[in-house]
Nanobody, 118 residues
Framework: QVQLVESGGGLVQPGGSLRLSCAAS????????MAWYRQAPGKQRELVAS???????DYADSAEGRFTISRDNRKNTVDLQMTSLKPEDTAVYYC????????????WGQGTQVTVSS
């Protein structure tokens, strides 16, 4: 069973930084593509950043230049470093795993709340 647990969320002032972490209970972590999504109240869940097994990254326009996704294939973790946070970044952030051997399957964490407010 694949399990994902996010941590690091909280309340931060505009312009501040947070580092989210996702711990993946996956036996063959290297066979999964990882990503961070977020969902704000009344909004659709949206992709924030993704990272392949080999370390290739992609970012949403809203995150480009401010957020950095990284993974450690030895620790089975994927992090999202967020800087220059804005109130519009407020959302529940979710970690997602997709196996290369079954791309129709997606595994999600429980989410962690990020609130950007003064």
């Amino acid at each position: 069973q694949v399990q994902l647990v996010e941590s690091g969320g909280g309340l931060v002032q505009p312009g501040g930084s947070l580092r989210l972490s996702c711990a993946a209970s996956i036996s063959t972590f290297v066979l999964y593509s990882m990503a961070w999504y977020r969902q704000a109240p009344g909004k659709q869940r949206e992709l924030v950043a993704s990272c392949t097994s080999g370390g290739t990254t992609d970012y949403a326009d809203s995150a480009e230049g401010r957020f950095t996704i990284s993974r450690d294939n030895r620790k089975n973790t994927v992090d999202l470093q967020m800087t220059s946070l804005k109130p519009e970044d407020t959302a529940v952030y979710y970690c997602k795993a997709r196996p290369y051997f079954n791309r129709g399957t997606h595994y999600w964490g429980q989410g962690t709340q990020v609130t950007v407010s003064s």
